[in-house]
């Protein structure tokens, strides 16, 4: 069983940044592609970024030239570097592992960007 823990997320004005990380009980190499998903009150869970195994990225329209993804593979953590923060960009963002037969998810951290 993988666990994944999610933390650093918090309360931030707008135009401020926060980096969240997300730590895995197990090797990160091992997975196909990790990434970020997010889920406002009220709304579905929305993609962000991923990263896949070879260090390829992909972000969501939304946040492409403010987020940044990234994964070290010695500390089996994957982080998501957020900047410029939006009060749309308030949600529980959440930690994914894509296996070869399992899907894995995190609990969740919240990010709240407010005045």
């Known amino acids: 069983q993988v666990r994944l823990m999610e933390s650093g997320g918090g309360l931030v004005q707008p135009g401020g940044s926060l980096r969240l990380s997300c730590a895995a009980s197990r090797n990160i190499f091992s997975f196909n592609a990790m990434g970020w998903h997010r889920q406002a009150p009220g709304k579905e869970r929305e993609w962000v970024a991923s990263?896949?195994?070879?260090?390829?990225?992909a972000y969501a329209d939304s946040v492409k030239g403010r987020f940044t993804i990234s994964r070290d593979n010695t500390k089996n953590t994957l982080y998501l570097q957020m900047n410029s923060l939006k009060p749309e960009d308030a949600a529980v963002y959440y930690c994914k592992a894509i296996g070869s037969v399992n899907t894995y998810w995190g609990q969740g951290t919240q990010v709240t960007v407010s005045s």
């Open positions: 990263i896949g195994a070879g260090g390829g990225t």
